[in-house]
């Protein structure tokens, strides 16, 4: 892969990626609306994921798209539509009118959030169950990789992330933490495994207390996680203290995959 079209690259997780998937002779061409500086064996665009024009150009030439981009939590419905729906058609779209012949795509674990504990491990391709207008983005634009594989043979793989930061921050993450040289393990298993059609996997570090999701497909395109969130497993409980240690049978941010998302009065902002 020679050229990589990077979406959402000023976020969290674009900026922990972009210095994970530099390599010799790999160009990583950098999307954002907010300004970007390029680094060594980058090129820096300005643009919104929403302009269809302005994606066909970046992907111009380019080997594949990563695709960030987007509102990273929950929002008001027209907002969630116009950023994370519609720039994901978008984003595919532009992909094919320019001959990009793979899109790798930051899902959510929230697109399955409503699984149930009594269901984990979650299997790959799990039916959606999404816990909020952010996880229902995501499950519409799992819908479209979908379409773009089966109706164009586009290589579609859409990465159903956990928790990515830097450090686990929370007792629940130790479970759910996908650390950032995992995460750059995964999206470049993602980008060089040979012609994988369409796939959905998990995206989660080989955590202690993990077992939560599947790692069997994201396996199977090459990643092979090497990090553990039990190394800040001290510091976590020292700092919520042991009495917050939830209980998996009665705490209700453990009863689904979702967590927070998923509880009764979780504010859903209106328009």
């Known amino acids: 892969m020679s ?14 990626l972009r ?33 269809v024009d302005a994606m066909t150009a970046a992907c111009q030439g380019a080997d594949a798209v990563i695709h960030l981009a987007g509102i990273p939590g929950e ?34 674990n929230h697109a399955v959030g409503f ?3 009594s269901a984990f491990p979650v299997p790959d391709y799990a039916f959606p169950a999404p816990d909020s207008y952010y996880g229902i983005s995501k499950a519409s634009t799992e819908a479209l990789a979908a379409m773009y594989h089966h109706r164009y043979g586009m290589d579609a793989i859409c990465v159903r992330i956990l928790s990515c930061f ?26 060089t495994t ?11 570090s080989a955590n202690t207390r993990g077992g ?5 497909e994201a396996k199977a395109l090459g990643y092979e996680p090497r990090d553990d969130a039990e190394a800040y497993a001290a510091r976590i409980i020292a700092e919520h203290g042991a009495a917050a240690l939830p ?19 979780a504010q859903v902002p209106q328009a």
Not at 3 to 16: E, F, H, K, Q, R
Not at 212 to 216: K, P
Request: hydrophobic share 45%; net charge neutral; charged share 20%.
């Open 194 to 204: 040979d012609r994988p059609g369409f796939r959905v996997v998990f995206g989660v």
């Open 247 to 265: 209980d998996p049978d009665t705490d209700p941010v453990l009863r689904y995959l979702g967590g927070e998302f998923t509880l009764p009065d």
């Open 115 to 117: 699984v149930p504990r």
């Open 75 to 108: 929002a008001p419905w027209p907002r969630i539509l116009e950023v994370n729906i519609n720039g994901g058609y978008t984003v595919f779209e532009a992909a094919r009118r320019a001959g990009t012949p793979r899109v790798i795509f930051a899902s959510s």
């Open 19 to 51: 210095t994970r998937l530099a390599r010799p002779g790999r160009t990583l061409r950098v999307l954002d609306i907010a300004p970007l500086l390029a680094g060594p064996g980058e090129e820096a665009i300005q643009a919104s994921v929403t302009d």
């Open 212 to 216: 939560w999701v599947s790692l069997a």
């Open 166 to 191: 830097p450090e686990p921050r929370t007792v629940r993450m130790l479970s759910t933490w996908l650390s950032p040289d995992d995460a750059g393990r995964l999206f470049e298993a993602c980008l």
């Open 3 to 16: 050229v990589i079209v990077i979406t959402g690259a000023a976020g969290l997780v674009g900026s922990m």
